[in-house]
């Protein structure tokens, strides 16, 4: 491939998640790179470190003598304005071209084609997000498996396990949601799951890929499941509320994640809790990946680069 003309310049985006990260260069319509490897490597709070790592993938996954005009990156655990702009002022060091860094979330609403609206995210974990007015970025949620990420699979897990927890102290028998965990973390009673939570070594990972237990648990009958789902799905229209509160339009929000759209129950969960939080707020399914809003992104920053 050869360098795009002038008249139709190379735009790269890049989307960095937890596990996987996706690039893609576009000339106008065309793709002239599109490449998805794992994220291993990827450094967050080591800024010289992550400029690297970027501009390391930029240069791997281009053509030989292309040369990207923008560049827009959403970044998993690039979790406060400060941070991005760090990384972003280093990475244009390195290309020498105009970049944009953002939290990986605030990718979901450009890639929806929208201009404004909340960006949500119940997968592993969870996070809202928006943009104020002025253009503020704001986030709310994400605060990690053991005290946040309420309505993300290891969340849903969490308290799970509490609901396990309390009913046991109650005198109940183990219902399907107790038998599914204690098969799921290998131990043979109630009280020993305690001690099988806690030995995670990544406790996102490891306590997230349980999930699918509670969605089982509460199709055989289990009333704590199904209590669990109704209350992580209330939880994530919290999410979306504080937002609202804190004056992000939210009229649309941009719904991603693989345990609400994978799970049914969950997604039900959180559009009927929405539609009591936030009546107005319409939530629409990401269809495309998220590395299209950082390509959209890529597009408005050269535009904003040509009005200078």
């Not at 490449?35 to 690297?52: E, I, K, L």
């Not at 400060?82 to 944009?100: D, F, S, T, W, Y």
């Not at 609901?163 to 183990?174: F, I, K, M, N, T």
């Not at 997604?267 to 939530?283: I, N, Q, S």
């Amino acid at each position: 491939m050869q360098d795009s003309p002038p008249s139709c310049p190379l735009v790269v985006g890049v989307d960095v998640g937890g596990t996987k990260t996706h690039l893609r260069a576009m000339a106008g319509e065309d793709v002239v790179a599109d490449r998805v490897g794992p994220s291993s490597g990827w450094r967050p709070h080591d800024t010289a470190a992550a400029a690297r790592w970027l501009a390391a993938l930029v240069h791997e996954s281009l053509p030989s003598g292309a040369r990207p005009a923008a560049l827009a990156v959403g970044a998993h655990a690039c979790e406060t304005p400060r941070q991005c702009a760090q990384i972003r002022a280093a990475v244009q060091e390195l290309l020498g071209v105009p970049a944009h860094i953002v939290g990986d979330a605030e990718l979901l609403v450009p890639a929806a084609g929208l201009d404004k609206g909340a960006g949500l995210v119940a997968g592993t974990g969870s996070v809202a997000v928006g943009l104020l007015p002025d253009g503020t970025p704001v986030q709310v949620g994400g605060w990690g498996a053991v005290l946040g990420d309420e309505g993300g699979a290891a969340g849903l897990v969490r308290e799970a396990a509490r609901a396990v927890w309390a009913a046991h102290d109650r005198g109940a028998e183990p219902d399907a949601l107790a038998a599914g965990l204690l098969a799921a973390f290998g131990v043979p009673e109630v009280p020993a799951l305690g001690a099988a939570l806690e030995a995670a070594q990544d406790v996102s990972a490891e306590w997230g890929r349980h999930a699918p237990v509670v969605f089982a648990a509460a199709d055989a009958g289990s009333a704590p499941a199904r209590a669990v789902i109704a209350e992580a799905g209330a939880a994530l229209a919290a999410l979306v509320a504080r937002l609202a509160a804190r004056g992000v339009a939210v009229d649309d929000v941009v719904v991603a994640g693989g345990t609400i759209l994978h799970q049914p129950a969950l997604h039900e969960a959180f559009t009927a809790a929405l539609r009591a939080a936030v009546p107005g707020a319409r939530p629409r399914r990401l269809t495309g990946p998220p590395v299209l809003g950082a390509v959209a992104l890529a597009r408005a920053l050269l535009g904003e680069t040509a009005l200078l």
